[in-house]
């Protein structure tokens, strides 16, 4: 009793924090989530929903009496087809996958894992044999410190997100079989079963927000192909009824909104976009998140574009969720234009941020999650996104970054279609710099850099930001050699995922092994961390970035540490140049964190990186630096972990000593 009621006085304490009316808005909605649990009012509102939505009603629905003009492009089914028609690999990619996850061979976070249909783990994590029991929805508790296992929550989220929906319906589509809609009709009815409405693990409100953007695009395909019979659409409406219900009175409003609440908008926006008349709330529900979702857009992406809690894999999404919502609204009214440039600028950071590979960079928490799911792609591969607004934003710069996708026919039909095939690709940005979020990209036959210079994100918060002032990432030409270590788990191993979070698990210095920013539990970062003076320089084919921070200070002492980076992306060539000024002696570490199956041959003062007997690139550094090779911790995807190699080079920084300390390293070409 009293855990609990320590539980219950953080959790209001943290409502406190967030301001008069932020402190208003949470305190009447936790009593409305008290007297709708005294009221039982979500299991009446689960029998009035099976009421309303009988085959007939979905019928009406689906030919139009009941509905909207469709989200998806009028003709996407047709454009769709003609489509994979042209694009045979990806045809067979997508149906290799629906047959594995038919035959119970499901992809959770790029990996596969077994699930015995109809038996799914929708509340389990059977990797650790872990189960939830069913309560209600505001009695769990994510964040134990010690656990028998590392089970972790999202496992059975990601799997009740219904991404693995999408390759088989377009697979069924392709095929023309019939029993692909029955058998996503059938996963959901089980899905039904297992959480009854606020009693599950999965009952949450983004969730439940991802789970409505994933259903709302299935059951439009499913509705528009003449095979579907008219009952597997039943459990969508069904669930998309209840659930956008159930986010109307769970919104996730906070002082500084983040992803949460962006999914949250978007979701109510594209429910209603679905459902139309025939769920009398629905409009509501789009009237209420239109103008909060152009607020947004406005907040949470910074004017050059990038998202300010400084994740490209929370960009990523964010930007999905917000492109969906805004094609899901323009069927009643077209964004304003500052709303749209704002979400096309957010789409140029996201192809700034691809790397050689056509992969992401993993700044900041990664744990994999995307809205646009129609393409068989690791889901480090954002180009989904670049080709759906190189249409609708008609930009050559994010087609030449795009390649093909499947959304582009869902979503703008045969007409994006042309328009794709038409859009000119413009030549490759050399240099991108985002003076907003402190970040620099720069690309060329001998390289790549991301580079961050900016916070540690959500406004000095934290969210899904880490420790990574002044880190990057470089690539040659070919393949990633310095990367950033990711992120693995977030509750399942919080000690882990504090780990990845750290100061040493960027490409970036330390003083005396400290953070250069405390860290304040899970999701929250201190503001200690402030780059100044950030500048940019190009010179012909080289860019400089500087600044510097104070974030290793004490009451005793300021400590400012700098770092100047020049990279020329023609050679392949990037200096980095680090200095510490202080008043007093300090052990000074710089942390350079390669990719997962390279060698590093460490020599006195320089190294050799390798793949096999293939020399990939050279790092020299000045004398004075103790260097050690240590193995580390890389996480390429949300539930991954590998060792690589790290190398550390640490020196005595003081009065008489304060740099630069240079770190000269070469791709080979």
């Not at 960009?315 to 304003?336: D, G, S, T, Y």
């Not at 900041?364 to 607004?389: I, K, T, Y």
């Given at each position: 009793m009293s855990r609990y009621l320590g539980k219950r006085v953080a959790g209001l304490g943290y409502v406190l924090r967030q301001g008069p009316r932020v402190v208003g808005y949470r305190l009447c909605q936790r009593a409305a989530w008290e007297w709708q649990r005294q009221?039982?009012?979500?299991?009446?509102?689960?029998?009035?929903?099976?009421?309303?939505?009988?085959e007939a009603r979905a019928q009406r629905w689906r030919d139009g009496d009941l509905r909207p003009p469709p989200w998806l492009a009028a003709d996407g089914l047709q454009a769709f087809q003609e489509w994979a028609a042209d694009h045979p690999a990806w045809s067979e990619s997508t149906v290799a996958l629906a047959a594995c996850t038919r035959a119970g061979a499901v992809t959770i976070f790029d990996q596969s894992h077994p699930i015995a249909w109809p038996q799914a783990p929708w509340n389990a994590d059977p990797r650790h044999g872990y189960t939830w029991e069913p309560k209600y929805y505001r009695d769990y508790q994510h964040y134990a410190v010690r656990k028998s296992a590392p089970y972790d929550v999202k496992f059975p989220w990601e799997l009740s997100r219904f991404g693995f929906a999408f390759p088989v319906l377009q697979a069924a589509i392709l095929a023309g079989d019939a029993s692909g809609a029955a058998w996503l009709a059938e996963r959901l009815l089980e899905w039904e079963v297992a959480n009854p409405c606020a009693y599950s693990v999965n009952w949450c409100a983004m969730e439940c927000s991802m789970r409505v953007l994933a259903l709302a695009q299935i059951v439009a395909a499913l509705a528009a192909w003449k095979l579907t019979p008219t009952a597997a659409l039943v459990p969508f409406l069904r669930q998309l009824s209840l659930q956008g219900e159930f986010l109307r009175s769970n919104l996730e409003v906070s002082r500084i909104p983040g992803n949460h609440y962006a999914a949250n908008l978007a979701a109510l926006a594209v429910a209603g976009a679905a459902l139309g008349p025939a769920w009398p709330a629905a409009r509501g529900w789009a009237a209420y998140a239109r103008p909060r979702l152009l607020r947004q857009v406005q907040e949470q992406f910074l004017p050059d574009g990038v998202h300010f809690e400084k994740s490209v894999a929370y960009h990523r999404l964010v930007a999905e969720i917000f492109l969906l919502a805004m094609l899901a609204c323009e069927h009643e009214a077209a964004w304003p234009e500052p709303a749209r440039a704002r979400l096309q600028a957010a789409c140029g950071y996201t192809a700034a941020a691809a790397r050689c590979d056509g992969l992401a960079a993993n700044f900041g928490d990664n744990d994999g999650a995307r809205v646009l799911a129609f393409d068989p792609w690791p889901l480090r591969d954002?180009?989904?996104?670049?080709?759906?607004?190189?249409?609708?934003?008609?930009?050559?710069q994010l087609r030449a970054a795009a390649v093909p996708s499947a959304c582009v026919a869902w979503f703008t039909g045969r007409r994006g279609l042309k328009a794709w095939e038409r859009l000119p690709a413009a030549p490759p940005q050399r240099f991108s710099i985002f003076p907003h979020g402190g970040m620099l990209a720069a690309r060329g036959p001998g390289g790549y850099l991301l580079a961050d210079f900016g916070e540690v994100g959500q406004r000095g918060l934290g969210g899904h930001g880490h420790n990574d002032l002044f880190s990057f990432e470089f690539c040659g030409p070919a393949s990633p050699l310095i990367v950033d270590a990711g992120s693995p788990v977030y509750s399942g191993d919080l000690a882990l995922q504090r780990h990845f979070r750290t100061t040493a698990a960027h490409n970036t210095t330390a003083v005396d092994g400290a953070e250069m920013a405390p860290l304040l539990g899970p999701w929250r970062i201190s503001d200690a961390a402030r780059p100044r003076n950030v500048q940019w320089r190009v010179h012909q084919d080289v860019i400089e970035i500087s600044g510097e921070h104070t974030g290793f200070s004490s009451d005793q002492e300021v400590i400012v540490v700098s770092r100047r980076l020049r990279f020329d992306p023609v050679r392949g060539r990037l200096l980095c140049e680090d200095c510490c000024r202080c008043q007093r002696q300090h052990q000074f570490t710089q942390r350079f964190h390669f990719a997962p199956g390279l060698e590093?041959?460490?020599?006195?003062?320089?190294?050799?990186v390798r793949r096999g007997s293939d020399g990939l690139a050279q790092?020299?550094?000045?004398a004075g630096a103790k260097p050690r090779l240590i193995e580390d911790l890389v996480s390429d995807m949300y539930g991954q972990c590998a060792r690589a190699a790290t190398l550390e080079l640490t020196r005595q920084a003081g009065p008489a000593l304060a740099g630069p300390f240079t770190v000269e390293i070469t791709a080979a070409p």
């Amino acid at each position: 009793m009293s855990r609990y009621l320590g539980k219950r006085v953080a959790g209001l304490g943290y409502v406190l924090r967030q301001g008069p009316r932020v402190v208003g808005y949470r305190l009447c909605q936790r009593a409305a989530w008290e007297w709708q649990r005294q009221a039982r009012s979500w299991p009446r509102l689960e029998q009035r929903v099976r009421s309303v939505w009988t085959e007939a009603r979905a019928q009406r629905w689906r030919d139009g009496d009941l509905r909207p003009p469709p989200w998806l492009a009028a003709d996407g089914l047709q454009a769709f087809q003609e489509w994979a028609a042209d694009h045979p690999a990806w045809s067979e990619s997508t149906v290799a996958l629906a047959a594995c996850t038919r035959a119970g061979a499901v992809t959770i976070f790029d990996q596969s894992h077994p699930i015995a249909w109809p038996q799914a783990p929708w509340n389990a994590d059977p990797r650790h044999g872990y189960t939830w029991e069913p309560k209600y929805y505001r009695d769990y508790q994510h964040y134990a410190v010690r656990k028998s296992a590392p089970y972790d929550v999202k496992f059975p989220w990601e799997l009740s997100r219904f991404g693995f929906a999408f390759p088989v319906l377009q697979a069924a589509i392709l095929a023309g079989d019939a029993s692909g809609a029955a058998w996503l009709a059938e996963r959901l009815l089980e899905w039904e079963v297992a959480n009854p409405c606020a009693y599950s693990v999965n009952w949450c409100a983004m969730e439940c927000s991802m789970r409505v953007l994933a259903l709302a695009q299935i059951v439009a395909a499913l509705a528009a192909w003449k095979l579907t019979p008219t009952a597997a659409l039943v459990p969508f409406l069904r669930q998309l009824s209840l659930q956008g219900e159930f986010l109307r009175s769970n919104l996730e409003v906070s002082r500084i909104p983040g992803n949460h609440y962006a999914a949250n908008l978007a979701a109510l926006a594209v429910a209603g976009a679905a459902l139309g008349p025939a769920w009398p709330a629905a409009r509501g529900w789009a009237a209420y998140a239109r103008p909060r979702l152009l607020r947004q857009v406005q907040e949470q992406f910074l004017p050059d574009g990038v998202h300010f809690e400084k994740s490209v894999a929370y960009h990523r999404l964010v930007a999905e969720i917000f492109l969906l919502a805004m094609l899901a609204c323009e069927h009643e009214a077209a964004w304003p234009e500052p709303a749209r440039a704002r979400l096309q600028a957010a789409c140029g950071y996201t192809a700034a941020a691809a790397r050689c590979d056509g992969l992401a960079a993993n700044f900041g928490d990664n744990d994999g999650a995307r809205v646009l799911a129609f393409d068989p792609w690791p889901l480090r591969d954002q180009r989904a996104l670049l080709a759906l607004g190189a249409v609708c934003f008609s930009s050559p710069q994010l087609r030449a970054a795009a390649v093909p996708s499947a959304c582009v026919a869902w979503f703008t039909g045969r007409r994006g279609l042309k328009a794709w095939e038409r859009l000119p690709a413009a030549p490759p940005q050399r240099f991108s710099i985002f003076p907003h979020g402190g970040m620099l990209a720069a690309r060329g036959p001998g390289g790549y850099l991301l580079a961050d210079f900016g916070e540690v994100g959500q406004r000095g918060l934290g969210g899904h930001g880490h420790n990574d002032l002044f880190s990057f990432e470089f690539c040659g030409p070919a393949s990633p050699l310095i990367v950033d270590a990711g992120s693995p788990v977030y509750s399942g191993d919080l000690a882990l995922q504090r780990h990845f979070r750290t100061t040493a698990a960027h490409n970036t210095t330390a003083v005396d092994g400290a953070e250069m920013a405390p860290l304040l539990g899970p999701w929250r970062i201190s503001d200690a961390a402030r780059p100044r003076n950030v500048q940019w320089r190009v010179h012909q084919d080289v860019i400089e970035i500087s600044g510097e921070h104070t974030g290793f200070s004490s009451d005793q002492e300021v400590i400012v540490v700098s770092r100047r980076l020049r990279f020329d992306p023609v050679r392949g060539r990037l200096l980095c140049e680090d200095c510490c000024r202080c008043q007093r002696q300090h052990q000074f570490t710089q942390r350079f964190h390669f990719a997962p199956g390279l060698e590093v041959l460490l020599g006195e003062a320089e190294a050799a990186v390798r793949r096999g007997s293939d020399g990939l690139a050279q790092l020299r550094w000045d004398a004075g630096a103790k260097p050690r090779l240590i193995e580390d911790l890389v996480s390429d995807m949300y539930g991954q972990c590998a060792r690589a190699a790290t190398l550390e080079l640490t020196r005595q920084a003081g009065p008489a000593l304060a740099g630069p300390f240079t770190v000269e390293i070469t791709a080979a070409p």
